[in-house]
């Protein structure tokens, strides 16, 4: 396939076979903890540019505004709303990393831009990363979920097969051309807690980057998360210590969690369910899930 002339090499290396990791902001990405992981990924390993899509023929402008910055001379300069591409060779193979807004028009264009770039290299995986609002409680571990519908890379990396019907995001898309180019392709999939999706959560970020490392086969730079997820669960504890109200709900999120209950593989892009999987019964995970829904409820009312 031929390079369109909305790619924009900044670099032209020689990688062999390289994993393509994306990520966007906006709907996908909830509490910014997928872009997050991706620039934790380009900023820990040093990440050189690759190449820039441009925003012309992607973006609403009225919707994605670009932003103007001052140099240090005092020029202006209009910073446009771009999904860049980088490269970096590690220790588990050669990676590329993209990162931008998601797109608003042309989904189909900008999803054969992406692949024409994946088959350039002779990519041999294409991985999504993505955020999403749940019923979770943000002191317990972060939830993921993964999912592919090659049979091959759901058994080496303990995937799920997506059972999802429903509206989608610009990482649907991707998904369905990868796959009719019959280009393997996975998606991870975070839950951060729907109380608190105005703080950035680098807890999952931190969980997407270790489980892409994983599959990858290298080592996280973990190093600059880290010391982020204390100060994350100080600024959730003080918005949640505010409402009492609050307090009983996420106490009753700990409880489901430390119950057993987890994150259903049937997902939507906006909204994760549970489901009980430890011993408690059909009655017992019914009832709580019927206290959740009321209580839920009662708060929308007021």
Same mark, same amino acid.
């Given at each position: 396939?031929?390079i369109?002339?909305?790619v924009?090499?900044?670099? +032209? @290396?020689?990688?062999?076979?390289?994993?393509?990791?994306?990520a966007?902001t &906006?709907w996908n990405?909830?509490a910014?903890?997928a872009?997050s992981?991706? /620039?934790? #990924?380009i900023?820990?390993?040093g990440a050189?540019?690759l190449?820039?899509?441009?925003? %012309?023929p992607?973006?609403? $402008?009225?919707?994605?505004?670009?932003?103007?910055?001052?140099?240090?001379s &005092?020029?202006r300069k209009?910073?446009w709303p771009?999904?860049?591409l980088?490269h970096?060779?590690g220790a588990?193979g050669?990676?590329?990393?993209?990162?931008g807004? %998601?797109p608003?028009?042309?989904w +189909? *264009?900008?999803a054969g831009?992406?692949?024409?770039? =994946?088959e350039?290299f002779?990519?041999t995986?294409?991985?999504t990363l993505g955020?999403?609002l749940a019923d979770?409680a943000?002191r317990?571990?972060?939830?993921?979920i993964?999912t592919a519908?090659d049979a091959?890379?759901?058994? *080496?990396f303990?995937? *799920?097969?997506s059972?999802?019907e &429903?509206?989608? &995001?610009?990482?649907g898309?991707?998904? !369905?051309?990868f796959?009719?180019?019959?280009?393997?392709?996975a998606s991870l999939?975070?839950a951060?807690? =729907?109380?608190?999706?105005?703080?950035p959560? @680098? +807890?999952?970020?931190?969980?997407?980057? /270790?489980?892409?490392? %994983?599959?990858?086969g290298?080592?996280?730079?973990?190093?600059?998360?880290?010391? #982020?997820?204390?100060?994350?669960e100080e600024q959730?504890?003080?918005l949640?210590n505010?409402d !009492? !109200?609050?307090v009983?709900?996420?106490?009753?999120?700990?409880?489901?969690?430390?119950?057993?209950?987890?994150?259903?593989d049937?997902?939507n !892009?906006d909204q #994760?369910?549970l489901?009980?999987?430890?011993?408690?019964?059909d009655e %017992?995970?019914?009832?709580?899930?019927?206290?959740?829904e /009321? $209580?839920?409820?009662?708060q929308?009312?007021?």
């Amino acid at each position: 396939m031929a390079i369109p002339a909305s790619v924009h090499w900044l670099s +032209k @290396p020689a990688l062999r076979n390289p994993t393509f990791v994306s990520a966007f902001t &906006g709907w996908n990405d909830a509490a910014d903890a997928a872009s997050s992981a991706v /620039r934790h #990924l380009i900023d820990g390993w040093g990440a050189t540019p690759l190449a820039e899509i441009s925003p %012309e023929p992607y973006t609403d $402008f009225a919707t994605i505004r670009p932003h103007v910055r001052l140099g240090e001379s &005092g020029e202006r300069k209009i910073m446009w709303p771009t999904v860049t591409l980088w490269h970096v060779s590690g220790a588990g193979g050669d990676v590329i990393l993209s990162l931008g807004p %998601e797109p608003s028009l042309q989904w +189909k *264009r900008f999803a054969g831009d992406l692949l024409s770039v =994946a088959e350039h290299f002779g990519s041999t995986l294409f991985l999504t990363l993505g955020a999403l609002l749940a019923d979770v409680a943000h002191r317990r571990p972060v939830q993921l979920i993964g999912t592919a519908t090659d049979a091959d890379l759901i058994e *080496r990396f303990s995937l *799920r097969r997506s059972r999802y019907e &429903g509206p989608t &995001g610009i990482i649907g898309v991707l998904h !369905d051309e990868f796959s009719r180019a019959a280009l393997p392709s996975a998606s991870l999939w975070a839950a951060v807690p =729907a109380y608190a999706s105005q703080v950035p959560s @680098p +807890k999952a970020s931190l969980a997407l980057m /270790r489980r892409t490392c %994983e599959i990858i086969g290298t080592p996280a730079p973990i190093g600059a998360v880290l010391h #982020l997820i204390e100060r994350y669960e100080e600024q959730v504890n003080t918005l949640v210590n505010e409402d !009492d !109200d609050l307090v009983e709900y996420v106490e009753r999120l700990e409880t489901a969690t430390d119950s057993g209950m987890i994150l259903s593989d049937e997902v939507n !892009d906006d909204q #994760l369910q549970l489901e009980f999987v430890s011993e408690a019964s059909d009655e %017992e995970a019914a009832e709580f899930v019927d206290e959740v829904e /009321r $209580f839920l409820r009662e708060q929308n009312s007021d």
